[in-house]
T-cell receptor, first 117, second 114 residues
Framework: DGGITQSPKYLFRKEGQNVTLSCEQN?????MYWYRQDPGQGLRLIYY???????QKGDIAEGYSVSREKKESFPLTVTSAQKNPTAFYLC????????????????FGAGTRLSVL | AQSVTQPDIHITVSEGASLELRCNYS??????LFWYVQSPGQGLQLLLK??????LVQGIKGFEAEFKRSQSSFNLRKPSVHWSDAAEYFC????????????FGRGTQLTVWP
């Protein structure tokens, strides 16, 4: 089955610890995205990547880092600099081609819930 | 900058009643518009989308939405709500030659009374 897999489903972070959230897709999509969701805030973009070895900051990148070494994978690290990391994190992917834009729809994983111990 | 406003944080309807969720966007050119639905603890599922053409678009689960350029709106409707429709609904707008990143509204939580 094609799709986006996020792991783990639940994650706990201790004070001063870095944690990494995994996102893998087998849809052969070019672009991948990380969103943070807080109650009543909607989805806010953290980072996105349109091509391997390249990524751009979104609206709330401070305290987060990413890498895109493979087309299929876009891990997100929540660093100790992120003072309020408790949230639901969603990864998405999409085709990113000019022409037939209707095929560039974003598809989402099931999310990772991060809490602070 | 693009923005999306969903004025209703929480809506409660009775099962079988009609539903309309409001969405207003701010964008200079013709936007690409979406409605997504999220069940508790889950990811987002695409309900429907508008790119061009007919301003009334049909989606999954019996939902439809109407694009009104003059009002910068893209409201979601369903004639008869089912208890399984209880979820959070997000309106989003995209742009550009490849669609790219999406801008989301804050969401509307739908509660359905039996």
């Amino acid at each position: 089955d094609g799709g986006i897999t996020q792991s783990p489903k639940y994650l706990f972070r201790k004070e001063g610890q870095n944690v990494t959230l995994s996102c893998e897709q087998n849809l052969n999509h070019d672009a991948m995205y990380w969103y943070r969701q807080d109650p009543g805030q909607g989805l806010r973009l953290i980072y996105y990547s349109q091509i391997v070895n390249d990524f751009q900051k979104g609206d709330i990148a401070e305290g987060y880092s990413v890498s895109r070494e493979k087309k299929e994978s876009f891990p997100l690290t929540v660093t100790s600099a992120q003072k309020n990391p408790t949230a639901f994190y969603l990864c998405a992917s999409s085709r990113d081609r000019v022409g037939d834009i209707a095929k560039n729809i974003q598809y989402f994983g099931a999310g990772t819930r991060l809490s602070v111990l | 900058a693009q923005s999306v406003t969903q004025p209703d944080i929480h809506i409660t309807v009775s099962e079988g009643a009609s539903l309309e969720l409001r969405c207003n966007y701010s964008y200079g050119a013709t936007p690409y518009l979406f409605w997504y639905v999220q069940s508790p603890g889950q990811g987002l599922q695409l309900l429907l989308k508008y790119f061009s053409g007919d301003t009334l678009v049909q989606g999954i689960k019996g939902f439809e939405a109407e694009f009104k350029r003059s009002q910068s709106s893209f409201n979601l409707r369903k004639p008869s709500v089912h208890w399984s429709d209880a979820a959070e609904y997000f309106c989003a707008v995209g742009e550009g030659s490849t669609l790219g990143r999406l801008y989301f509204g804050r969401g509307t939580q739908l509660t359905v009374w039996p």
